[in-house]
Structures are given as structure tokens and as C-alpha cells.
């Protein structure tokens, strides 16, 4: 554009044009802006388009596959219930029996098929390659010891022996008695010793935790083990699972009961010459279902009783090994004045008595530390305080 242009009118446009000039990159810049804004508003309009489409397919029926017969399947779902359905063409190579399905609600057809990967029980069931738990750990249960070494450890490390003398090993073992005394303690060094893997849940997870999963959980967990063998199968607080009910009339004590059946099935399914061994351990052995402990099932029960003076003695030179401990401070008596301490009990006295030393500054912890530890713990529950507040002390 001139500038010498003598019309007054023409200067005035132009002076607009070179204003409109000046703008032209920022208006650029701007365009750019608003290019990139669609572009992320058009993508997050498709991802939102996508998830309702998700929203609008109505969920499925989870069922397990238990047979196929030419090109149709027989599937149960978690409340029982057996359905026939036809496999179609595209997932004929999928269907295996164990494998899980989805299937619509209003005509059973096919949706989806699970993987058959079972990584997922990792997370479900504690598996240690070795637990760092070793006899020396232990206090007062050496008889319980060698039980175990010839129950366990013997048929997992030298199962030759066993066939040679054409004899079987126990499958299963219920370890009882009450609470502290050892008993989760002794299963995860009998696993350290016999150098298998320790698979490890508890009852009560079976039936809280896993509504409706129970049976299949109990399978998969026999099945994970024998994948994993040598291993050890630890069942925790079995009572919540095995105990016994006479009629079963609500749908969760049905679930409960249907959990035990798979586990009196999976123990009568194994073999005792294959290298897994179940222990399990309750408190409650007077609720425990008989069918469970019938032989060939977890037909040798060991009793773990509260310690003894010889006992309680060995369970505080275990705890106090690793502790500056003032002379003054008798082991033997300290066993004496604990009668009736479990060794959950003498473990708790000896980290209170630390504590107190602690707190006090000390460099050892003495004899007083001790006794004051002992009669907090001893103290037995206090009656209910006004307002039906109760303490407890440990
Ligand atoms: N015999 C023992 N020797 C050494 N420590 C012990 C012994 N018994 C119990 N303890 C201590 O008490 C803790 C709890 O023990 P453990 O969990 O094995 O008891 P439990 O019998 O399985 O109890 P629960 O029935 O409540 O499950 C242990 O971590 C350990 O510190
Ligand atoms: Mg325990």
C-alpha cells in the first residue's frame, strides 16, 4: 500500500489495512489456538461417545463352563443354576471347562469370554516362596515339631521313603488351639523347612471377602498349589468355613456350605503322593464339621496348647534375644510369673517392656520394666465402664 495517496478517505482505509497487518500473526497464533481446542474437544467427544455406548450394553450373567458337548456347553452360574448354551463359531478355540463366561441376561448368547490367565489368584491367595519363619522362632512346641517334620516335611523332601514302605503320607492336618499359641507361626516354618511354597488364606476371607466365590476359589486354590508344588496350603480360621450346620436354610450359609463341600471334594481328589499338604488352624474345633476330619481328609489333629513354665521360658529367650537386658532380670522367673500367658501374650510383655525403657531412657531394660509390662498384660478385661465402654487391656 502507498502512503502518498491525497484522497483523505483512502488514507483512512489504509491506515486500517496496515492495522489489520499488524494483527495478522497474533490473529494467526489464535487461530492455531482455537484449531488445537477443537481438535481436543472433538477427541474427548468420541471417548465420551464410546463410553456410553459401554453404558447402553446390559451386563452379563457370569457362568463357569463344566462341559462341552459337541458344539454346545454346559455352564453353571455362581447361584447353581445350569444352563445349556451353543458355543458360537468365533469362540469355539476359548471354550475349556473351567473357563468363565459372559453370557446376556435375555437369551444367553455369548458376550464375552474370560481369559483362562490365573495370575489373579496371587492376589488372592498369600503365596511366600519360603517364609523367613524357622524353628529356632519358635518356643515350647517341639513336639508339635517333630510331629509335623514326619507329617510334612519328610513326605515333601523324601516322598521316596514313603513308597518304598508302600505307605501314605497324611494329606491334611488341623492344627487347634487357642488364640497366640504358635499356631500360624509353626505352619510357616514347617513350610521354611521343607523348602515349599506357602499358600496361605483365612476361612473368614473365604466367606466375607469372596461372596459367591467361594467353591470356585477353593478349586483354583488346589489347583494353584499343585501348579506350585512343593507347597503348603494354609487355611486360617477354618472354623468360619467348616463349621457345622445342621439345617442350612439361608443363601449365605448355603454359600458357606457349598465353599466346604469343594474342599471335602478337593481333599478327597488329591493324591497324597503329590507334593502338597494342607494344614489348617482354628480355635474352635467343637464347631468343626466331623466330615472334615474323616480319614483321608485333615484326619490328624494336633493340639497346640498355651504354654507351659518350660515353654513360656523359651518363648521369652526367643523374644529377648535381640534386647539389652539389665542382669537383674531372671528369664526362669519371668516364665514363673506368667502363668497362663500365651506366647502372643509373652511377646507383647517383652515389646511393652522395651517400650518402658524406652521412655525412660534406659540402656537395658530391667527388671521392673518387666514387671510393669507383665501386670499390664496379665490384667484381665475390666467390667464394662458406665455407658457399656469396656476396656481390654493385652
Ligand atoms: N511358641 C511361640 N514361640 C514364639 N513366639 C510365639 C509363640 N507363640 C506365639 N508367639 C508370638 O505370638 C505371635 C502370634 O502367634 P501366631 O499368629 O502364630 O498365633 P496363632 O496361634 O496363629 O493365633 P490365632 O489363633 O489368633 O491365629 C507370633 O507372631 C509370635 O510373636
Ligand atoms: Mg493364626
Known amino acids: 500500500m502507498s502512503f502518498d495517496s491525497e484522497n483523505s478517505s483512502n488514507v483512512a482505509q489504509e491506515r486500517i489495512s496496515y492495522k489489520d497487518f499488524s494483527e495478522l500473526p497474533f490473529l494467526r497464533t489464535q487461530l492455531i489456538n482455537m484449531q488445537l481446542q477443537l481438535q481436543t474437544i472433538q477427541r474427548d467427544n468420541e471417548r465420551m461417545k464410546k463410553e456410553l455406548e459401554g453404558y447402553n450394553v446390559a451386563p452379563g450373567i457370569v457362568c463357569v463352563v463344566q462341559e462341552i458337548i459337541d458344539g454346545k456347553a454346559i455352564v453353571r452360574n455362581y447361584n447353581g443354576i445350569v ?76 516322598p521316596e521313603l514313603f513308597t518304598k514302605f508302600g505307605i501314605d503320607s497324611p494329606k491334611g492336618i488341623l492344627l487347634y488351639g487357642p488364640p497366640g499359641t504358635g499356631k500360624t507361626m509353626i505352619a510357616k516354618a514347617v513350610a521354611n523347612q521343607a523348602k515349599a511354597k506357602f499358600i496361605s488364606l483365612s476361612g473368614s476371607d473365604l466367606v466375607q471377602k469372596y461372596i459367591g466365590e467361594g467353591a470356585r ?56 503322593n503329590e507334593q502338597v499338604k494342607v494344614l489348617a488352624a482354628t480355635n474352635r474345633i467343637d464347631i468343626i464339621d466331623k466330615a472334615l476330619l474323616r480319614p483321608g481328609r485333615l484326619d490328624r489333629i494336633l493340639h497346640i496348647d498355651m504354654p507351659n513354665e518350660s515353654g513360656r521360658r523359651k518363648i521369652f529367650e526367643i523374644h529377648t534375644k535381640k534386647m539389652p537386658i539389665d542382669s537383674g532380670v531372671s528369664i526362669k522367673e519371668l516364665a514363673k510369673e506368667t502363668e497362663g500367658a500365651s506366647g502372643a501374650d509373652i511377646a507383647s510383655i517383652c515389646r511393652e517392656a522395651a517400650m518402658f525403657a524406652m521412655r525412660e531412657k534406659n540402656k537395658k531394660v530391667s527388671k521392673e520394666n518387666f514387671k510393669d509390662a507383665i501386670s499390664k498384660a496379665m490384667k484381665p478385661a475390666k467390667e464394662p465402664e458406665e455407658g457399656g465402654l469396656k476396656t481390654h487391656y493385652m
Not at 229 to 238: K, Q, V
Not at 256 to 261: G, I, L
Open 83 to 158: 444352563f445349556a448354551i451353543n458355543v458360537p463359531e468365533q469362540y469355539k478355540d476359548k471354550f475349556e471347562i473351567g473357563t468363565r463366561v459372559s453370557l446376556a441376561q435375555h437369551n444367553l448368547a455369548v458376550l464375552d469370554v474370560f481369559s483362562k490367565d490365573m495370575d489373579y489368584r496371587v492376589n488372592m491367595f498369600e503365596l511366600e516362596d519360603k517364609p523367613n519363619i524357622t524353628y529356632e522362632s519358635v518356643g515350647g512346641l517341639e513336639k508339635i515339631i517333630t510331629e509335623l517334620e514326619e507329617m510334612i516335611t519328610l513326605p515333601l523332601t523324601k
Open 217 to 272: 476359589l477353593v478349586r483354583d486354590l488346589f489347583v494353584f498349589a499343585r501348579d506350585n508344588a512343593p507347597a503348603i496350603i494354609f487355611i486360617d480360621e477354618i472354623d468360619a468355613v467348616a463349621s457345622y450346620r445342621s439345617d442350612s436354610t439361608t443363601g449365605g450359609d448355603r454359600e458357606v456350605y457349598r465353599t466346604m463341600m469343594q474342599l471335602l471334594v478337593e481333599l478327597d481328589g488329591f493324591n497324597s
